[in-house]
């Protein structure tokens, strides 16, 4: 059939907005999946209502998808949009694809009816689920039924988690297990003891969804892709719903970072969703490059606080929503029959798990508990000390606790500072150590640890007590300090910990 035997149905009221009128075309294939490439054996009509469309950059990708299974011609309906963008035309013009405009009152079912007898089993499955998923969608179906009404219409079973082994739709008895086979594969699909795992949408696996699939569908993965493309779509969904929640967000940390009227921070609070008197945690968030000092480096392209952003509200729920900036993704977080222990205790557990994603490091600041507007900038820059610890630290969950320490000011003073520090102090240690099998730096961090009791180090090391006043008088010999006073007993202490 050509496209021109459609154009010329009068009451269809197609249009041709670019390409050969004369393409020929074998089948029809409906379809919002961002990416259809892998369910279309070419030849087809493709109808699509282009809830795929997020930005105009999704166009060139959403064609070229389509141009490298060899479509035969896009027809685009205005049902979703109320227009066919410029970027959707234009896409189809450069790539020399035929694109036809299906008007808002005509369904892809009564243009689909045309060919059916043509159609395969599997394309009449195609169209019948496809009707199913937008008939769901535009009655504002929430994900777990979504999920439900595709996976049934696949024959497949299983759940969706988050890369932090949180699940998010359906059940898993170890939750865990298929995020981390996420995180390390090399690609995926993949299999993970009785299921086989694919990636949910194209983002950064720190702050990925995972399909867990029941069984062995390695040798009919398109059922799987399908499934994960259907619950990316949905994802895609709820994100647009949090843009206004995270601009609002970020305008409580900005104004209250620049010390606004109680006012302001008060309706700032109250658009957040807390009430005044409502305790509340503040967290900090950056994903960096495994083995870099801390900074605003990308990871994989991504930057560095908003990919924290996302991480965060993948750890704790739907509630919590990050404003991003320059110095980590910010989030406050609602103490709602919790405590801040509570909140520590996710976060450790999530990033443990995110751990296991090669040449990456994830690094959490958290306040302690907060009350009212005023405590939200305090408690902005007490999370963010608290992330610039973890960063120092190579990564991990810091609380406000640890930070009014000596860790703290470490983890301020510039690297080259420590270390020199260190070197001054310790090199000559070092070396004699490593000329005479000595142990005289592991003595002294010991005889530091147990207060400068000579019997405790003794004891602690299974040495006798002369051995260790000893080795402390050689110490001194060689650094030309007093471990009997205060002060070169701290600048060891330091010096130990900066190296």
């Not at 991990?396 to 020199?420: M, N």
């Amino acid at each position: 059939m050509r496209i021109s035997d459609l154009l010329a149905i009068g009451e269809l009221r197609l249009s041709l907005l670019t390409g050969d009128p004369a393409t020929e075309f074998t089948g029809v294939h409906i379809t919002d999946l961002p990416e259809p490439g892998r369910y279309l054996s070419g030849g087809e009509l493709v109808l699509t209502g282009m809830m795929w469309r997020g930005t105009p950059d999704d166009a060139a990708r959403f064609v070229a998808a389509l141009v490298d299974a060899g479509v035969a011609a896009l027809g685009a309906g205005q049902a979703w949009l109320g227009h066919i963008p410029a970027d959707v035309v234009a896409a189809c013009a450069e790539a020399g694809l035929t694109l036809i405009e299906v008007p808002t009152e005509v369904s892809f079912r009564t243009v689909a009816e045309l060919v059916v007898p043509r159609l395969s089993g599997d394309v009449r499955d195609a169209l019948g689920r496809h009707r199913r998923l937008l008939a769901a969608v535009a009655e504002g179906a929430a994900l777990p039924e979504l999920f439900a009404l595709t996976a049934a219409d696949l024959g497949v079973t299983g759940a969706v988690v988050s890369a932090s082994g949180q699940v998010i739709v359906g059940s898993l008895e170890d939750p865990v297990r298929p995020a981390r086979a996420y995180l390390t594969a090399s690609r995926l699909p993949c299999l993970a003891g009785e299921h086989t795992i694919f990636g949910v949408g194209r983002g950064h696996r720190a702050a990925g969804w995972v399909l867990a699939c029941d069984g062995d569908l390695m040798d009919r993965p398109d059922l799987g892709y399908e499934l994960a493309d259907c619950v990316a779509l949905e994802r895609s969904r709820m994100e647009e719903g949090r843009r206004v929640e995270r601009r609002l967000a970020a305008q409580l940390v900005t104004a209250a970072l620049a010390e606004a009227g109680p006012a302001e921070l008060d309706a700032g609070l109250r658009t957040c969703g807390l009430d005044a008197a409502e305790p509340y945690a503040i967290v900090n968030v950056t994903v960096l490059p495994a083995g870099r000092p801390g900074g605003p480096d990308p990871v994989g392209g991504t930057d560095a606080a908003a990919l924290g952003g996302q991480v965060v509200e993948e750890l704790l729920g739907r509630e919590v929503v990050a404003a991003v900036r320059p110095d980590g993704a910010v989030a406050l977080v609602p103490l709602r029959g919790s405590t801040v222990s509570g909140v520590t205790e996710r976060l450790r557990t999530g990033v443990e798990v995110l751990s296991a994603l090669p040449g990456t490091r994830v690094c959490v600041g958290l306040s302690g508990a907060l009350t009212g507007a005023a405590a939200v900038k305090g408690g902005a820059e007490e999370a963010g000390h608290a992330r610039r610890l973890a960063e120092a630290r190579g990564g991990g969950v810091v609380t406000s606790d640890e930070i009014y320490t000596h860790a703290l000011l470490l983890a301020t003073t510039p690297g080259d500072v420590r270390r020199s520090f260190a070197d001054r102090l310790l090199a000559p240690l070092l070396d004699y150590d490593g000329r005479h099998q000595s142990e005289l730096v592991r003595t002294l961090s010991t005889f530091l640890d147990c207060a400068g009791s000579w019997n405790a180090c003794a004891e602690r090391m299974h040495v006798h007590v002369n051995t260790v006043r000893y080795r402390i008088r050689r110490v001194e010999d060689l650094t030309g300090r007093d471990l009997s006073t205060m002060t070169d007993r701290v600048d060891f202490f330091l010096a130990l910990r900066a190296g």
